[in-house]
């Protein structure tokens, strides 16, 4: 058969073309064996089944992934947890898009042009991992080793620290988890009862108990598996549910009763119940008098707090606020006051606020009991030894946490003093970020500062899935790999159903993405850290696995997860051992007293909004972790933009309809993107909420570029917690603009005096 | 339609244990790599609103709802062929004939035949429910929509949606089972989503809050009669969908 | 001629091949006068440059990838890799006896594709070729070129891109006519 020839080219270039030795010619070479198209059962049915853990949000819920001709098709949950069972939320479930979404960084990349710009350069490992190292020892040996600063969060980031640790930086860790999170609960709950009833888990007894009370927490709307599942059978067991919060969420749907509390009054309300269990004789008397240290202090303290004077600070109906504490009192000891999580709201009252909460529970003896509070119950597996670099952190000459009193249990830095030091250089410089799991601009307050901060730093650089906010400000960004390509951790469950688990890879990471684990160990070669010396994760694993008779091997053979026999209730014979200095709670804590900071909490308030604002409160939805999973199509399909929520009466007023586009201004003059109003008689009308990790951009799904609001970049205003740092992050006021009017917002409930109004700065 | 002794499989959806986590629309979409835009599961949010009850948030989680009388099986165009049906329990068998979407007679499942759909949509059309949608991402459009997991449940796997649901609300059985949580919830009074105008049989129950039933029923009740707007069989139709699938081949 | 797509592979594959070479730039020129296209300005392009704007083009660039190089991408709304694209693509190896070298890049990558071309044409697989053209490759080559342009790239990736287009486009007239005649 003739061919012809359908390009004409140059003798020059056959010639060329015929010199060349092309690599691509390697690329397809001749394969003996044709699989051809197999027989297949229907959907995910038929595929090899790999045990792990999930990390689509921080809950670690057991997984199985189900690989089926070398692609996950599937992920559900491990059927031998206790947790969850065979169940994944909807994040579990869309861990496929994020592992082939084309969008991952794949490759080292380094920065060509300014910070800021987002242009890159793909390099190879060792150049990456040879700059982050060179950079790490320059700025170390000019500045010191405190100059260096780690911004962490997830499973990745846990290596890392370790590094920064043994650098020697105090600034090895700055946990959003706690200094933008739970920090106040952890502090407030530690100095009652000794240990941190509130943290990574909430060690309560939902599914046992006879009554709960929530304050703020939107349960069902933030969602870690477990606890919705524990709080859901305990309603369906009959248990009473009281929601104290401004917004009607789903939670407050199942709720006995919601009382639509005025923000920034929680602590007035839970005073003044304690008062009234108190003088009502409605505590467990016995239990007080054997197991708390501080009643008559704290009487003394509560003593002028009413139901009356609540309801007129609260901006609520006496009869209920009545009737709610009398729901919670007749439960005892079977109560779950609920203790939170997020806890940093207003700054100055948080530690407080939650210190009440661990009171009342106190009060009514429900601590160690079935549905109440429990104990973590301890799982002897060993540390891995050559993931610790060293046991204690340095501290500087100066350290950052040293104005907060509290902070010390919490690893690193407060967030705020590391940024103000980056931007001032006082008290001492820092000129070097490592930043893994975190995506700065949208979690922590004020980004504009934050970009500042950047722009002075010697060196940069990030540990990326995928190219964030934070990747187009830094120097060097590294390829981590998702959950489903790697091992990390043995899990510890330590709730009332005891386990271990651990991840391991479904398949190979995708381009030249690697494990932490690998890039941790390559840094700390070039550092001279003897730290990662385990040749790989499974052996490090198995040194763990070795104290219990297990390895790496045999767990995943027993379906990839162990029980435990769970010691969660105290022994109702013995008495109450806690690890405070008294080993009782502490109604009163001594501690607070020696930094001058009130040992029995009393009503601060928080300021109001100024005239013509509402306060921007924020929640979560259970389909994205955050800003994290904006870039999810599936989840984003499911959730694609937030709203803002408005009282029905003041969106009459104002002539807004739901679905309008209205835009956010706030208190500093910074103003949201365009976002849809959600007209409702469920929220208060002084108040606005919109759910948090939206607006951020996201240009694969060009349809939803800039789709709703950021809260974060509105959250330009906050107070720092005196006991541990933490930033405020309801602290802002908006007012709406409607086709281009600003609209001052009308206060339909009138502001008791003694609260006074927020004062918006000049200038 | 079903057959004598056949079973009718259908779920009850518990509205006080339901979330709104939407774990049950992605489980669905993961287990048939359904591509976005299009869903065989839904879940929709309700409220907060004012009710007679009271002020009320709930969820509409939706899908196909393997009507007794499925209107979407009236309007297919496609011209009936004699099939045997084999139940998997008895073995037994019957022959029907049927179009390219019929009512599984042992199972009273609602299925499509992918082979002899010719993607004129007419079924899409006719769903009062919006349950059905046309897959125009394949080389030749098909209809598509829950199957109830059939080709799962013969495995004895649950459906993916049941499988999955966090808050353990979606109970899934066998109707003409009379020990089944099904049976006893329906005949408690779990309601469905029907209305005077729209009354097709639907197999999907809800229970929950009066409030909650309340605002479901009153914002979620299919009112429009869809189907009648579709004429079949619609020689225009089929004409224009064998049309389209000659192009695609070429 | 198969060897030309063994040279466009080269281009697509990182680092990518310099148009600065002088022989580099011959076939280019060559390809382009019989293509009727005129050949780009070759200012501002140096190495660093070259290896950049290949990054931002096909690699990284903020919150995505721009043109992501694969077919899964485009044969699919959700735009995920690994998928029905990256499926078909294997199919066609495997059904010309193929296999794919480990090379860290999902099977589907447009120079893996090119390479395939290439050696269909030095196989005389023309047959297998007209359709890996016509039911693969010709179906995404065009979108993921659209994206390409959409983000303003340097002349020279417009130039290339438009070149493989264009050669391409005329490789399946080429083998489709014998097809027909044959036929």
Redesign the interface.
Known sequence: MKRRQFLKLSAASCAALAAMEFKTKGFLRPSSSYAGTKEQ?????GSKEITSVCEMCFWRCPIVVKVKNGKV?????NPRSPS?G?????R???G?QLLYDPDRVKYPLKRVGARGEGKWTRISWNEALDEVAHNIKKVKAKYGSHALAFFDHGASAEYFREIFKALGTENYSNEPAFFQCVGPVAVAYLSTLGYIVSGTRQYVDMSNTKAILLVGSH??EN?H?SH??EF?EG??RGAKLIVVDPR???A???ADL?LPIRPGTDTALLLAWINYVIQNNLYDKDFVKKNCRGFKELKEAVKEYDLKWASRICDLDQKDIKTAIEILAASRPQVVIYPGRHSAWYGKGDVQRHRCLAILAALFGAIGVRGGIYFPTPIPIGEAECLIGVEEAEESDTPLKEKFPFADPFPGSPTDEIIKATLTGKPYPIKLWGVCGVNLLQTIPNPYQTMEAIKKLDFIFSVEILPTETAIWSDIILPDATYLERYDHVYKNDELHPFITLRQPAIKPLGEARSPYWIAQQLAKRLGLSLFTCENEVAYLNSQLKEIGLSVEKLVQKGGLVTFPAKSYRDPKKGLQLPTDSGKVELYCENFADEDLDPVPKFEPTPAPPRGYARLIYGRV??HTFSRTMNN???H???PENQVWINDEVAARLGIKNGDTVILVNQDGFKSNPIKAKV????RPDVLYVAHGFGSRSPRLTKAYQKGVSDQFLITHYVEDPFMGASSHRTNFVKIIKDGKILDIPELRPLPPEIPRFEIRKG | MNAKNGHQYAMVIDL??C?????C???C?????V???YRRNW?KRL????TPYG????FYPGLCNHCDAPACITVCPVDPEEREFRCPDTGKTIKMAVRATYKEPFTGIVLIDKERCIGCGACVEACPYGARYLNE?LDEPKADKCTF?F??IR?G?PP?CV???????RIFGDLTDKNSEVYKLVKKGAIRLRTKEVDLGPNVYYIG?KK?LHLLKETCAPRERTWENVKAPDRRRIIMAIAKQLRNLG | MFRLFYFLSECFFFPPADPRRSEIWEIFCSVAKNLNLSVPTLNGLDEEFLKTEYTRLFISAPFGTIAPPYASVYL???GLLFQRGHDEALSFYEQAGLRLEERGEPADHLAFELAFVGHLLEERKERLLEAFLRKHLLRWYPAFHRRLLAAEPHPYFEFLARLTGEVLQKLFEEVSYEEKTIS
């Open positions: 059962l229907p959907g995910s049915l098709v599937k992920i559900e949950g969850n065979s169940r994944v939320c909807a579990g479930n869309s496929i349960l069902g969602l598996v919705v599942r859901v309603l369906a009607f969420s789903t407050a749907g199942k919601w259970p389909v199509l599936w989840l399909n499911e959730w409702t008689p469920g929220i | 006080d244990r979330i709104g986590c939407h774990a629309a992605l489980a979409r993961a287990e048939w790599q591509p976005v835009p879940l409220g907060p609103e004012k002020i009320s948030q709930t991402e997991c080709e799962r495995y796997e993916a499988k999955t649901c966090v808050a353990d609300a809050q909650d | 699919s709304s959700e």
